[in-house]
């Protein structure tokens, strides 16, 4: 009779915590918060706060975190793969030496210095072989690079070749040997859908935070094919990728990633009126830096391509005089014997008037079209000439060393 009374008793309170658990997961707990304020509580007292901490662990294990999400997850898998690069430079400076006590014709020695520059921007590990990308201006003149995990481990970074003109950079761990190494694998810029979520990882204001541990910020794809006239820094930067993910000085270098977790750029700068962030952010497509990559490895530089024809603008007074038919475009002067644009079937006094489908504005817009080519690349020059338009395939080819 004991036994039986015990056994009832059991399942009772079995069916009690079951139904009780049932409610919570039926969205009942409001209930439990109008029995804490029968029982004198305030809606902000010790009584809800005890129930709250001891309903937490209840909640989480009947609904899953709800913080551990897919931005989360991608952040602490690549995160480690994203370097800090820091640089040694040497400058010159010219000095008055005026130990010598010529006033007129006054000596001068020059002076050479070196600069240490820790964390000055990023990169990210793209293969085992410990292949790093990054931007040209990141590493440009530098005479010693400094490759910075996330664990702290540091390598010496040997420039395999740049793009000046894409600015990007390859860079190539030295000593390596049997370490393993994090690697970010590369995505299809040509696939990025416009509004989809993105995170810029690097290491920003690296030389007054100094930690190699990147930071991470998430946006989206404000816009994609962006192209700006080149700057007097000499970079061509076209079809970039636009984000609102925050980009910083020092994150220049570092990857954006789409949530597979694939790099899908480079980031690379910053529209700023003050020098930080205004939520304008620019990335090369990882596409363009395939090509780099792919051509640096092959051939263990990048080649120069082969231009064997000249051109010029279409002013006024040229279209006026040659009676041309359009005023957009560059006007074909001079074409090399035997070349790419004579196999191609370029005549002089065509009007290029654009590049796979992108319109030429003038001279120096055509040129940047191939400079940013690869040898071997296959373009199509939509070409006016008197009263027919033609497409013309142009094969890139290399140029002859000089």
């Known amino acids: 009779m004991r036994k039986a009374i015990l056994r009832w008793l059991a399942v009772t309170l079995t069916l009690a915590i079951a139904a009780f658990c049932l409610g919570l997961g039926l969205g009942r707990v409001p209930l439990m918060r109008d029995w804490a304020l029968e029982q004198g509580a305030t809606p902000g ?12 662990p209840i909640l989480t294990g009947l609904a ?72 040209y201006h990141v590493v440009e003149d530098a005479s010693t690079i400094t490759v ?17 003109y894409l600015d990007i950079a390859l860079l190539k761990l030295e000593d390596v040997g049997e370490a393993i190494l994090p690697v970010i694998p590369l995505g299809d810029s040509d696939s990025i859908m416009i509004g989809e979520t993105v995170l810029a990882v690097g290491n920003p204001y690296g030389p007054l935070i100094a930690d190699p541990r990147p930071s ?9 094919k962006r192209s700006f006239r080149r700057p007097q820094q000499d970079h061509i930067y076209q079809d970039m990728i636009q984000t609102d993910a925050a980009i910083n000085p020092g994150n220049s270098g570092g990857p954006l ?9 480079i980031n690379t700068f910053i529209f700023s009126r003050a020098g930080g962030s205004e939520n304008v952010g620019f990335s090369i497509p990882i596409n363009r830096a395939r090509g780099v990559v792919a051509e640096i ?48 079937g370029l005549e002089l006094g065509d009007v290029i008037m654009a590049v796979d489908g992108r319109e ?43």
């Open 45 to 56: 007292g010790q009584t809800q706060n005890s129930i709250q901490t001891t309903l937490r």
């Open 64 to 135: 899953g975190s709800q913080r551990h999400t897919g931005v989360v997850a991608i952040a602490q898998r690549l995160s480690p793969a994203v370097v800090s690069i820091g640089v040694t430079r040497l400058t010159g400076t010219r000095e008055w030496d005026a130990s010598s006590g010529d006033l007129l014709f006054p000596p001068y020695q020059l002076t050479m210095r070196e600069h240490n520059i820790p964390y000055l921007g990023s990169g990210f590990i793209i293969d085992a072989e410990g292949h790093v990308l990054t931007n």
């Open 148 to 164: 910075t995990l996330t664990d702290r481990r540091s390598f010496v970074g040997r420039l395999l070749d740049a793009d000046r």
């Open 216 to 224: 991470v910020s998430v946006g989206v794809v404000s816009a994609v």
């Open 257 to 265: 990633i789409n949530l597979d977790g694939e790099a899908i750029g």
């Open 297 to 344: 490895l092959s051939h263990g530089r990048i080649r120069s391509i082969r231009l064997d024809f000249d051109f010029q603008d279409l002013t006024p007074f040229v279209v006026q005089f040659l009676g041309l038919q359009t005023e957009q475009g560059v006007l074909l002067t001079k074409r090399e014997p035997g070349g790419p644009a004579e196999r191609a």
């Open 360 to 402: 030429v504005i003038d001279a120096n817009d055509l040129l940047d079209q191939f400079l940013t080519r690869t040898v071997g690349d296959q373009i199509v020059l939509h070409v006016r000439r008197q009263d027919q338009s033609l497409d013309l395939t142009y094969q890139i080819e290399e140029a002859e060393p000089e």
